[in-house]
């Protein structure tokens, strides 16, 4: 069984920075692959960054060069870095888990993850 409990989320403004922080706990973390997507009232989760369980890392282009996806396999952690942050990244954000995930066109697909977390809100005001 693997937990995701997310942390970071809050209220900024447009242009500011917030990091997200995902803790796993699985007795073998380093051997998923992790995601993060956002929700946003009446629309579909979506796809935000990814890192696979070998290190390769993917982004949406909305969020390319503003967002940096990192782990630490030490802590048993996954952060999401989210700089220029602007009204319409405002969602709930989730970090989901898939064991041995690899490639893009599978953790761009949150259909495709094991485990998700409850999520944490993030609000930008403009």
């Known amino acids: 069984q693997v937990q995701l409990v997310e942390s970071g989320g809050g209220l900024v403004q447009a242009g500011g920075s917030l990091r997200l922080s995902c803790a796993v706990s699985?007795?073998?973390?380093?051997?998923?692959?992790m995601g993060w997507f956002h929700q946003a009232p009446g629309k579909e989760r979506e796809f935000v960054a990814a890192?696979?369980?070998?290190?390769?890392?993917y982004y949406a282009d909305s969020v390319k060069d503003r967002f940096t996806i990192s782990r630490d396999n030490a802590k048993n952690t996954v952060y999401l870095q989210m700089n220029s942050l602007k009204p319409e990244d405002t969602a709930v954000y989730y970090c989901?888990?898939?064991?041995?995930?690899?490639?893009?066109?599978?953790?761009?697909?949150?259909?495709?993850?094991?485990?998700w977390g409850q999520g944490t809100q993030v609000t930008v005001s403009s």
């Open positions: 890192i696979s369980w070998r290190g390769s890392i």
């Open positions: 989901a888990a898939k064991y041995e995930g690899t490639h893009r066109d599978v953790l761009s697909n949150a259909r495709r993850y094991d485990y």
């Open positions: 699985a007795r073998t973390s380093s051997s998923y692959a």
